[in-house]
């Protein structure tokens, strides 16, 4: 019995040294692949692996595959500066023209933006007021910025452009 305790110890022993010696790395045996790295940025491709799934339980994960995605999601929030003056756009809904106005004498232009991100109008104000055509756009609604020179966004309008 002794011999048994003793044989035992040993093979726990021998198993806890193996263990703390195991490090898993991937590794992949591919036909076509490669690695590149720039930076922060890190890509590793292989041809031929089409498709892969992952399995989850309550404490195993387990993928298929050499690749396995890894998403990191940073958010920022952006905060206008406060603003000393006011910046107005009207009438909203608008239907021709949209007017723009503020009190203060810095040069600011404003972008017209549609939903889509892209940018459909912009118009420069040196002055204290100016006006944006927007007769020939669809109705829809559109994002309206106003940026200083320096690109810094200050303000942003919901304008609804609607012929009634």
């Known amino acids: 019995m002794r011999r048994m305790y003793f044989l035992l110890s040993c093979l726990?022993?021998?198993?806890?040294q193996v263990q703390a010696q195991l490090q898993l790395t991937p590794t992949v045996l591919a036909s076509a692949g490669g690695s590149a790295e720039s930076g922060s940025l890190k890509?590793?491709?292989?041809?031929?692996?089409?498709?892969?799934?992952?399995?989850?339980?309550?404490?195993?994960?387990?993928?298929e595959g050499f690749h396995q995605g890894y998403l990191a999601v940073f958010v920022s929030v952006y905060e206008a500066p406060e603003l000393d003056f006011d910046?107005?756009?009207?009438?909203?809904?608008?239907g021709q023209r949209l007017f723009l106005?503020?009190?203060s004498p810095e040069p600011l232009t404003f972008e017209l933006i549609s939903l889509d991100g892209k940018t459909v109008r912009s118009q420069?104000?040196?002055?204290?007021g100016a006006q944006m055509d927007i007769s020939a756009?669809?109705?829809?609604?559109?994002?309206?910025?106003a940026v200083n020179r320096?690109?810094?966004?200050l303000k942003t309008f919901k304008i609804l452009k609607s012929n009634f």
């Open 12 to 16: 726990c022993l021998l198993f806890a």
């Open 150 to 153: 320096d690109g810094l966004l």
């Open 124 to 128: 420069p104000m040196s002055g204290y």
């Open 101 to 103: 106005g503020t009190d």
């Open 43 to 63: 890509l590793d491709w292989t041809a031929g692996e089409t498709r892969t799934d992952a399995y989850a339980s309550s404490s195993l994960q387990l993928g």
């Open 137 to 145: 756009l669809p109705d829809a609604l559109y994002l309206l910025r």
């Open 87 to 94: 910046i107005q756009a009207f009438p909203n809904p608008a």
